[in-house]
């Protein structure tokens, strides 16, 4: 090989080593901040600030300032409506005005349901940027924007689950019971036994808080995190799938999608590293087998906990499973 042809491959060595380094560099960063947002010290979680800082992790080109300041003038307004000395269902219905009924505070133009993606399969609409922009939202979006502006203007409220839904529950301060506010419908009354018609859930998962629990705070920040987990997983970072994952099953030991995406990650890495570059379980190296098995391993536990929390109604826990230990039969 002449001089110039090694000198030409070894830059182009050297760019791709640097492209290497740029993007585990920037997968750091996204575990980095993913970890800061949910060690917020409880008093001073921000559910704005913090949906719009994952946000930007999925989307670099979200605007958070000009959101907060959009969120800002929707608050306002929703405060405006409620009055003076306005009791907590008084500021709800102020909410739900600001959002749903078209005036002035929103330009006239009312927020409505996505029937055309109302579960969020576009990323993208998920993003809180993207519903205040395009006045069409999902069960991801709909009920964040409803809860941002409640918890401003003071009102106990959190996130609950459903299977692929989020809802808002609302506190009562005087006896503490829980009311669900459902987001995609007017954010009007709704019975749990209402969601489970719906969308059908075993008794153990509603027991062990996989669904209609009321969420902690914190627990909130964990599922908000999410996007990030399905931005990650959708760009094949893997071991940041799982790192991320962990960080938020901290904080929410019973969420069954963050367990569900850890396990796909887990089984995305069995494609990559050796479905992909052995034809047969004989092919892997020797060497490389305990790294085969472990992985192996951490896919069935994350497939297996999502069972015994009993969220395989959905059936993504088993399906995953399969992936993760059926694709490559060859690798039996």
Avoid at 284 to 305: G, K, Q
């Amino acid at each position: 090989m002449s001089v110039a042809r090694l000198v030409a491959a070894f830059a182009c060595w050297v760019g791709l080593l640097a492209q290497a380094s740029a993007a585990a560099s920037s997968q750091g960063a996204v575990l980095h901040t993913v970890r800061a947002v949910l060690a917020t010290a409880e008093d001073r979680i921000d559910f704005a600030k913090a949906k719009l800082t994952f946000d930007k992790l999925v989307d670099p080109s979200v605007d958070a300032d000009a959101a907060l300041r959009q969120l800002d003038s929707m608050t306002a307004a929703a405060n405006e409506m409620a009055g003076p000395s306005a009791t907590d269902i008084m500021k709800l219905r102020a909410v739900r005005r600001a959002i749903y009924v078209g005036g002035p505070w929103n330009g006239n133009r009312p927020f409505a349901y996505d029937l055309s993606d109302p579960y969020g399969r576009v990323i993208s609409h998920k993003l809180l940027s993207h519903y205040l922009a395009a006045r069409r939202g999902n069960c991801v979006s709909m009920p964040v924007l409803f809860l941002i502006l409640a918890d401003r203007l003071g009102v106990p409220a959190t996130l609950s689950l459903a299977p692929q839904h989020l809802f808002v529950k609302y506190i009562d301060r005087d006896s503490g019971k829980s009311y669900n506010l459902e987001t995609t419908s007017g954010a009007y009354p709704a019975r749990d036994e209402w969601y489970r018609e719906r969308s059908p859930m075993t008794d153990r998962a509603v027991a062990r808080g996989v669904y209609l629990k009321t969420l902690t705070r914190r627990e909130v920040l964990a599922v908000l995190a999410s996007t990030v987990l399905e931005s990650e997983i959708r760009g094949r970072h893997y071991r940041n799938v799982v790192s991320i994952a962990d960080e938020v099953l901290k904080r929410y030991p019973a969420f069954a999608f963050a367990l569900i995406l850890k396990g796909e990650a887990y089984a995305g890495m069995i494609g990559e590293e050796f479905q992909e570059r052995y034809p047969a379980r004989a092919d892997i190296p020797a060497a490389r087998v305990p790294e085969y098995l472990s992985l192996r391993r951490n896919a069935d536990t994350a497939f297996d906990v999502v069972d015994a929390l009993g969220a395989y109604d959905v059936g993504a826990s088993k399906r995953l499973k399969g992936l993760a230990n059926n694709s490559g039969e060859k690798h039996e």
